[in-house]
């Protein structure tokens, strides 16, 4: 309890700051080192960069950051539902996904209701659940996959939203579409499902699910998507949502008039042209990907199999193992936050950076960790 005069909402006694991954510069400084010297892997950033396409397109709309920005985000709206084959009032603008999941906690959660994830799961959504008053529920996970019959059983009356990451953080792993799309097939209607769909790009071409058709059926799902990920710009911070109109236009009226700058609009823009960019970042994923799953087998340590653009390593001790890394000017993200105190989870790099950790790894103090 914070000792101020003015009473405050209890349940922020609950919450405690979301603790990112650590910023590159911060490590530089206490390490004494040049920050070109740090190799970050601890957020799930795109390897490669930014699409060039979109760093030239912000500088040119750099010029005009005097103005407020288009708060519909126009040309990006129109661009995207072209791509989707929807209507522009489908499509919801934030600064992130983030501050998605924040407007769908402002519109459908207080306390008296509950929300339903899965454990090892996003943080966030717990984080927001309660940010609102409102109850998470936690449900056990299939092995390393979120378990849709357990989300499911887990709705009852009060349950308003109930959060799928698919791909999910930090396990890596997806759901099968005939298994997501048969959990959407069941659920009732008085909960809306939030599809988080922050890496979708990298699962295997034809595995996601159609959740615009399932919304086109009247289904209530939603799903989010960012601009963070695959193209390379969560400095930028903007993401969106794809959501039935009636739902989208709750959405909007809880959003700040100007949340997503221009020079996000502009370079997210361009971003979604870079075709190049994409492709490039998919056969990069790929190819490290297999690099790592060999060089982890060889040292003998656990991995999870993942669909995405990160790997949840077992090292036997997460937090020691980030420490050490760390000492070396490697930063990965210890896991013990996620209930998974022997692992950590690792961002796939440059074919140099993640050469960088494995030879670190190798000579870890006490050995590579635990063998299978
Ligand atoms: C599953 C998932 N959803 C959403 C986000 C947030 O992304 P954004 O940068 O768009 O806020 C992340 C970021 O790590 C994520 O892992």
Same mark, same amino acid.
């Given at each position: 309890?914070?000792?101020?005069?003015?009473?405050?909402?209890?349940?922020?006694?609950?919450?405690?700051?979301?603790?990112?991954?650590?910023?590159?510069?911060?490590?530089?400084?206490?390490?004494?080192?040049?920050?070109?010297?740090?190799?970050?892997?601890?957020?799930?950033?795109?390897?490669?960069?930014?699409?060039?396409?979109?760093?030239?397109?912000?500088?040119?709309?750099?010029? !005009?950051?005097?103005?407020?920005?288009?708060?519909?985000?126009?040309?990006?709206?129109?661009?995207?539902?072209?791509?989707?084959? +929807?209507?522009?009032?489908?499509?919801?603008?934030?600064?992130?996904?983030?501050?998605?999941?924040?407007?769908?906690?402002?519109?459908?959660?207080?306390?008296?209701?509950?929300?339903?994830?899965?454990?090892?799961?996003?943080?966030?959504?717990?984080?927001? $659940?309660?940010?609102?008053?409102?109850?998470?529920?936690?449900?056990?996970?299939?092995?390393?996959?979120?378990?849709?019959?357990?989300?499911?059983?887990?709705?009852?009356?009060?349950?308003?939203?109930?959060?799928?990451?698919?791909?999910?953080?930090?396990?890596? $792993?997806?759901?099968? !579409?005939?298994?997501?799309?048969?959990?959407?097939?069941?659920?009732?209607?008085?909960?809306?499902?939030? +599809?988080?769909?922050?890496?979708?790009?990298?699962?295997?071409?034809?595995?996601?699910?159609?959740?615009?058709? !399932?919304?086109?059926?009247?289904?209530?799902?939603?799903?989010?998507? $960012?601009?963070?990920?695959?193209?390379?710009?969560?400095?930028?911070?903007?993401?969106?949502?794809?959501?039935?109109?009636?739902?989208?236009?709750?959405?909007?009226?809880?959003?700040?008039?100007?949340?997503?700058?221009?020079?996000?609009?502009?370079?997210?823009?361009?971003?979604?042209?870079?075709?190049?960019?994409?492709?490039?970042?998919?056969?990069?994923?790929?190819?490290?990907?297999?690099?790592?799953?060999?060089?982890? !087998?060889?040292?003998?340590?656990?991995?999870?199999?993942?669909?995405?653009?990160?790997?949840?390593?077992? $090292?036997?001790?997460?937090?020691?193992?980030?420490?050490?890394?760390?000492?070396?000017?490697?930063?990965?993200?210890?896991?013990?936050?996620?209930?998974?105190?022997?692992?950590?989870?690792?961002?796939?790099?440059?074919?140099?950076?993640?050469?960088?950790?494995?030879?670190?790894?190798?000579?870890?103090?006490?050995?590579?960790?635990?063998?299978?």
């Amino acid at each position: 309890m914070a000792e101020i005069p003015v009473e405050y909402n209890p349940w922020v006694d609950l919450l405690r700051p979301y603790e990112p991954g650590r910023p590159v510069e911060e490590l530089a400084r206490e390490l004494g080192v040049a920050p070109q010297a740090v190799v970050k892997l601890a957020s799930n950033e795109n390897a490669l960069g930014p699409s060039p396409a979109a760093v030239r397109a912000l500088r040119e709309a750099a010029s !005009r950051m005097h103005l407020y920005p288009d708060g519909s985000c126009f040309y990006l709206a129109q661009r995207i539902a072209q791509k989707l084959g +929807v209507t522009s009032d489908w499509l919801v603008f934030g600064t992130g996904s983030n501050e998605l999941i924040v407007l769908l906690g402002l519109v459908f959660l207080r306390p008296g209701v509950a929300a339903v994830m899965s454990e090892k799961s996003f943080l966030i959504y717990r984080l927001v $659940t309660r940010m609102f008053g409102a109850e998470p529920i936690e449900v056990s996970m299939k092995g390393w996959t979120i378990d849709p019959g357990a989300l499911q059983e887990a709705i009852g009356e009060d349950c308003r939203l109930v959060f799928i990451a698919n791909p999910n953080n930090p396990t890596g $792993t997806a759901v099968s !579409r005939e298994n997501l799309e048969a959990f959407l097939d069941r659920l009732p209607d008085h909960v809306l499902a939030v +599809v988080d769909e922050a890496y979708v790009e990298f699962m295997p071409e034809g595995q996601a699910p159609d959740l615009i058709s !399932r919304m086109r059926e009247g289904k209530m799902v939603c799903s989010l998507r $960012t601009f963070s990920k695959i193209y390379g710009l969560a400095g930028l911070r903007i993401g969106y949502c794809v959501a039935p109109p009636p739902v989208a236009s709750l959405l909007q009226r809880v959003r700040q008039p100007f949340n997503v700058s221009s020079v996000a609009q502009a370079a997210a823009l361009a971003a979604l042209e870079d075709q190049e960019h994409v492709r490039r970042t998919l056969q990069l994923v790929a190819s490290e990907r297999r690099y790592l799953e060999s060089e982890l !087998r060889g040292l003998g340590m656990e991995y999870v199999r993942s669909v995405t653009n990160f790997m949840l390593v077992r $090292t036997g001790n997460g937090l020691q193992t980030f420490a050490a890394l760390q000492e070396r000017h490697i930063i990965v993200r210890p896991m013990d936050v996620y209930g998974l105190p022997d692992f950590v989870r690792i961002t796939i790099g440059t074919h140099e950076q993640n050469r960088r950790l494995i030879s670190v790894l190798r000579d870890l103090p006490g050995g590579p960790g635990r063998r299978t």
